[in-house]
């Protein structure tokens, strides 16, 4: 079973940057479709950002497009979420994810098709 631990939240002022990690244990992460999806309180949780397992594919909500990029790193079983240009409306949980069907090409955008997440990291921007 894979586990995803989620670092890099706290808070920001707006225009401020952060830089999200999720590190992964097992031998699948670099077989495995990354996502990074938020939660913000009494709202459901959306899509932020997905990247392929080689990393040369990515995909990103039109919300944080321009302002978010990910990345991945296999040798060090990590993905990042590097977050600039930060908004009050960016306040949220975020949480990694592995997608477990190691032959999808594209990215996933939709949650249900992650099958292990992290614990979620708290991302706080004051307006």
């Known amino acids: 079973q894979v586990q995803l631990v989620e670092s890099g939240g706290g808070l920001v002022q707006a225009g401020g940057s952060l830089r999200l990690s999720c590190a992964a244990s097992?031998?699948?992460?670099?077989?495995?479709?990354m996502g990074w999806f938020r939660q913000a309180p009494g709202k459901e949780r959306e899509f932020v950002a997905a990247?392929?397992?080689?990393?040369?594919?990515?995909r990103y909500a039109d919300s944080v497009k321009g302002r978010f990029t990910i990345s991945r790193d296999n040798a060090k079983n990590t993905v990042y979420l590097q977050m600039n240009s930060l908004k009050p409306e960016d306040t949220a949980v975020y949480y990694c994810?592995?997608?477990?069907?190691?032959?999808?090409?594209?990215?996933?955008?939709?949650?249900?098709?992650?099958?292990?997440w992290g614990q979620g990291t708290q991302v706080t921007v004051s307006s």
């Open positions: 994810a592995l997608d477990p069907l190691t032959t999808r090409w594209v990215p996933a955008v939709s949650p249900n098709l992650y099958g292990d």
């Open positions: 990247i392929s397992r080689s990393g040369a594919g990515t």
């Open positions: 097992g031998h699948t992460f670099s077989r495995s479709n």
